[in-house]
């Protein structure tokens, strides 16, 4: 048995300059050390100091860790085990209790909301960095922005999936990188294979009358359907005028059967039934390595295509057989994956001096880890494209967004944003007055401490963890007032049933028929 137990916790302003008392009750029945550790970090995270004692103990034992913490803003306790093998191995953790000099700060909320004890936050935005945007601008948005200028990839973070809102803005910012910035990959935190034949329709491979089958597809994700279908209208627009072509790909791994469907689905499209009758039936198989093989020799398949949308297929297919060893072998780590798939997007579809933007949570897209030991795709990024990967995370002050009533997918439902902390990006943003700005990562002030992370299914999380802000992205981007998704399917778990076994009956249709 082994284990690392962690929690980050801010630190009351009010209380600055107390010692603090950490203390645990526990009892074990093992034979290798448990250890509790309290760290003290300043605002960026760095650790100033740390304490790590043995709580070893047959009965129940409190043991504590003293320390001063005047220069820190947060603290983690971590409780961490390195057993062995043993069938009877046991902890027991009764409750850990924090004590601020003679107050029991445990339970209990230090964190005043008073005018003189925020100022220090409000002042942490210099309005002389803000620059202030206009919605519904898809040509000059970033003009004022020269962050961008000789970067690579640039990260979109979205700080929940549920806001209207914050998708347009991602969707005006690609608009703009398009326009201005020679972006020419648009990458999404959707599946690689879903969006193999939406890349067919806004490359205009495929007809307007597939629309209606992309819309299905959309419909069984966790995105206003409408919205996304409006930017590939879009996106096909562009192309049609445009010489430079902008290729859109997803980068998420999918449910082996669901990869199945949508790749076969693809051929059928693209070739019609009669000529992808191989393809179909090594699809059926999931034989994705002859598939390459075969395609790299089927000039019929490379001229319809065209070079660089061959070159996104197959990388999608070698991505794919990458993430098909894992299913077979150990648990994927899903933000690897990703990484592999954008770099493999990125060395097969850009030219010298284009960019690639990327669209997805911003607990991928983050510069750092998560937690202690953890990998993150923006983490596996900012090493290796090094300054060529810029990373912005969008931020809501208030309004609602949609969120999973409890597990996700089950039903969706309308979620309203509490109030911010005083000590978060997003009560400095409203106290600016702007409802719509960029402000660059490296001149927030000291006292923002966290900003707003809503993940799916986490609909009475705490909202507002510490995070190292200067060091988490590269910049923000703040809107005060977001509105929940319209065009969503109110249980995306029964849409869902219904239409991959839909899309089974019609593979299976065709297989009995290719066979005969």
Known sequence: MRFNLSKTLILPVTLTGETYDISIVSKD?????????????????????????????????????????????????????????SDSQDIWIDRILIKAGKKD????????????????????????????????????????IKAFDGKQLIGLA??????????????????????????????????????????????????????????????ACFIDHKLLMDFLSWLRSYNIRSNNKVYISGIDNSDPEEKKLYLFNFYLTLLGKDKAVWYLKNTIEKNYGPLITHSYFDKTLQYIMGKE???????????????????????????????????????NCLKKDDKAAILAHSGHLQNLERFPGDTTLGLCLREYYKEKYFSISFQIGTGTFSQDECAMDVKTVTDTLKKPPFYSFE????????????????????????????????????????????????????????KAMEKIEPSLLIYGMHYFYSKKMAMDSVAREIDN
């Open 158 to 219: 979205e700080s929940t999936h549920g806001s209207n809102t914050s998708k347009e803005a991602n969707y005006q910012f690609i608009k703009n990188l398009i326009i201005s910035n020679h972006c020419r990959l648009v990458l999404l935190e959707m599946s690689t294979a879903a969006t193999l034949s939406w890349n067919l329709y806004v490359q205009g491979k495929i007809s307007k009358e597939y629309e209606k089958s992309i819309e299905d597809d959309i419909r």
């Open 309 to 347: 949308n061959f070159d996104c297929y197959i990388s999608f297919l070698n991505n794919a057989v990458i993430s098909h060893k894992s299913e077979l072998s150990s648990s994927p780590n899903r933000d690897i994956i990703m990484f592999k798939s954008v770099k493999g997007l990125m060395d």
């Open 427 to 482: 009560y400095a943003g409203l106290n600016t007055g702007i409802p719509y700005f960029y402000y660059p990562a490296n001149y927030l002030g000291n006292d923002i401490l966290t900003c707003g992370f809503i993940p799916r299914g986490g609909r009475y999380e705490d909202l507002y963890k510490f995070s190292p802000l200067r060091r988490q992205f590269d910049a923000y981007v703040f809107i005060k007032e977001s």
């Open 105 to 144: 700060i445990t339970g209990a909320n230090y964190f005043s909301d008073k005018p003189k004890d925020s100022l220090r936050t409000i002042k942490s935005l210099d309005k002389k960095y803000i620059v202030p945007l206009a919605t519904g601008n898809d040509s000059s948005l970033l003009s004022e």
């Open 29 to 85: 029945d093992v034979s290798q050390d448990v250890w509790f550790k309290v760290t003290a970090l300043d605002q960026d995270a760095i650790e100033k100091r740390s304490c790590a004692i043995k709580i070893n103990s047959k009965s129940w034992k409190e043991n504590s860790v003293k320390m001063t913490l005047s220069d820190a803003k947060a603290i983690r306790i971590s409780i961490y085990y390195n057993g062995n093998n």
